[in-house]
């Protein structure tokens, strides 16, 4: 099976260069988490990584962080390293937690930054989406309009294009029905 690891799409949408020495480094600092040092496991752990995006992912299909770092806790866990496996999910929900609150900050002071089209910029604005939710819904009583706006300002950041915010209020409205 052929695979692309070319490129991956951060969390972002940019896309950047595979580097297989990121995977390697987010491994040791889980196993560095317990005073664990143990280059040895750390790189075959990250052989094992690597081997299994490249089953999972053909080239069609776009390689996201997202999906190499579900892949590094599934190959911990099946490795039995249990507990660097909740260090490294610990780890990764700490960064979310703080790229969310970056980007409620952001919204809040009015700073954040989406790309409508090709040449056209706007600053995100909440009671934007809220009012299209209340627009279109209006009939729907199950939809929780605050619910949906508060799920999409979590997920928004700088560069986020108009299309993907548009997914984000349909998967969120989608996932509260």
């Known amino acids: 099976m052929n695979t692309n690891l070319e490129t991956i799409v951060k969390r972002d949408g940019k896309r950047a260069p595979f ?18 040092s143990d280059i040895a496991t750390v790189a075959n752990l990250t052989d094992q990584v690597v081997n299994l995006v490249v089953a999972r992912y053909p080239q069609e299909v776009e390689l996201t962080v997202e999906n190499i770092q579900d892949i590094a806790e599934e190959i911990l866990m099946k490795n039995g390293h249990f507990k660097v496996a909740r260090n490294y999910i610990v780890y990764r929900e700490k960064h979310k937690v703080d790229r969310q609150e ?20 706007a600053i995100f604005d909440p009671q934007i989406i809220n009012d299209r ?10 939809i929780d309009v605050l619910t949906i706006v508060e799920s999409v300002s979590k997920q928004v950041y700088e560069g986020i294009t ?9 998967g969120s409205a989608k996932e509260r029905i």
Not at 102 to 121: G, N, Y
């Open 19 to 36: 580097d297989k020495k990121k995977i390697l480094a987010a491994i040791e600092k889980s196993f560095l988490s317990l005073n664990i």
């Open 102 to 121: 970056t980007a409620l900050t952001q919204i809040r002071e009015q700073k954040l930054e989406i790309v409508v089209d090709e040449s056209h910029k």
């Open 133 to 142: 939710i209340v627009n279109i819904a209006s009939d729907l009583t199950k």
């Open 162 to 170: 108009k299309k993907e915010i548009d997914l984000l209020v349909l």
